[in-house]
Structures are given as C-alpha cells and as structure tokens.
C-alpha cells in the first residue's frame, strides 16, 4: 500500500524542527520526525492499526498516536494520506468543502 504526505503534513514536520530548534534542542525535533516517519511507515502493512479519530467519527479518518503527536491519516483502498501531525492536546478540525 502506498503512503502519501500532504503538504499541511509536511508543514508540520517543518513546525515542529522549528519549535525544537528555537528552544535549543534541534536534535529532539529530528528524533520525533524520524520516529514519526517510521510509525507511519507501518501503514503500508497495516493501515488499520490507527484508531477512528474521534471529532469525526469516520472509518477512513485515523490516527497514530505518537505522543505528544497525532499523526491523523485518510484511509484509502489502496493508499494512506498522511494530512496532518499535530500536538495530541488539541483539537482537531479540518476546513468544510
């Protein structure tokens, strides 16, 4: 199965090297991206192990709890989209068509 990554994820990635790195600890913000694209990387074998995310409530909208992350991703047929890796404590919301 293959694995995609938006741009708003990828956005994200870069938040949180800057975070890191602007509390003086970039090598902590490199860590948690690595260990993050790893647990994404079991997807492609797995792509249910993520939980329903719960302000949606939708089979094909999971997540990946990476603590002090949610890595939520779109379950497709025949792919995974990585949409966004936010901070676990907030809340999610994702802009209406």
């Known amino acids: 199965m293959r694995i995609y990554v938006s741009n708003s994820a990828y956005s994200d990635f870069a938040a949180i090297k800057e975070f890191y790195g602007g509390i003086g600890v ?7 991206i690595s260990a993050i694209i790893k647990h994404v990387q079991t997807l492609a074998d797995n792509p249910d192990i993520g939980r329903v995310v719960p302000e949606f409530g939708e ?5 990946l709890i990476h603590s002090p992350f949610r890595v939520v991703y ?14 676990s404590e907030r809340l999610l919301k994702l802009p209406e068509n």
Do not use: A, D, T
């Not at 089979?59 to 997540?63: A, D, G, L, P, Q």
């Open 26 to 32: 970039p090598h902590i913000g490199k860590q948690f």
């Open 74 to 87: 779109l379950r497709e047929p025949n792919s995974i989209h990585v949409i966004r890796v936010w901070r």
């Open 59 to 63: 089979e094909r909208i999971r997540e």
